[in-house]
């Protein structure tokens, strides 16, 4: 699942990447949404720079691959962003994907940024399974955090 994963994600990441300035600038196929979601954009593009950098410095077995990293002897990380959000980078991820079609104005980003927050939620929900199965007390903490 994991690879099924990057396959999609990489490849329609660098499409919104591209999208959005060839949608907001050079070609201007949408016209700009109203005023006041500029400012909401910049709200959420502040708050994903937030959780992605506080998800690795509060965790330091965070990483973009889904798995136990046992090695290292991985324990559940309940303290930082992720004793309020059990995963803050999926989290500062959406944000950034929803947050950037905003200020430009790029409605085509937009929708791109949805379709690529429904593959890290759906990616969460891959990754909760594996966690409860195979991370001890994993269970106890999802228990008792109330946000995903």
Same mark, same amino acid.
């Given at each position: 699942m994991g690879q099924i994963?990057?396959?999609? /994600?990489? @490849?329609? +990441?660098?499409? *919104? &990447?591209?999208?959005? @300035?060839?949608?907001?600038?050079?070609?201007? *196929? #949408? #016209?700009h +949404?109203?005023?006041?979601?500029?400012? !909401?954009? +910049?709200? &959420?593009?502040? %708050?994903?720079?937030?959780? /992605? !950098?506080?998800?690795?410095?509060?965790? #330091? +077995?965070?990483? $973009?691959l889904v798995r136990i990293q046992s090695e290292r002897d991985q324990k559940v990380v309940s303290t930082g962003v992720y004793g309020f959000v059990r995963h803050p980078m999926y989290l500062g991820g959406i944000l950034l994907f !929803? %947050?950037? $079609? !905003? $200020? /430009? %104005?790029?409605?085509? %980003?937009?929708?791109?940024?949805?379709?690529?927050?429904?593959l890290f939620v759906a990616r969460i929900i891959g990754e909760e399974k594996m966690l409860v199965e195979e991370l001890d007390r994993y269970v106890y903490y999802k228990k008792k955090s109330s946000i995903g």
């Open positions: 994963f990057f396959y999609i /994600l990489f @490849p329609s +990441f660098v499409v *919104w &990447f591209v999208i959005m @300035p060839l949608d907001a600038q050079r070609f201007a *196929w #949408t #016209t +949404f109203p005023i006041w979601l500029e400012p !909401l954009g +910049f709200i &959420f593009l502040i %708050g994903s720079a937030f959780f /992605l !950098l506080r998800s690795y410095k509060d965790n #330091t +077995f965070v990483s $973009p !929803l %947050g950037a $079609p !905003l $200020p /430009l %104005g790029s409605v085509y %980003g937009l929708i791109i940024g949805i379709f690529l927050s429904f």
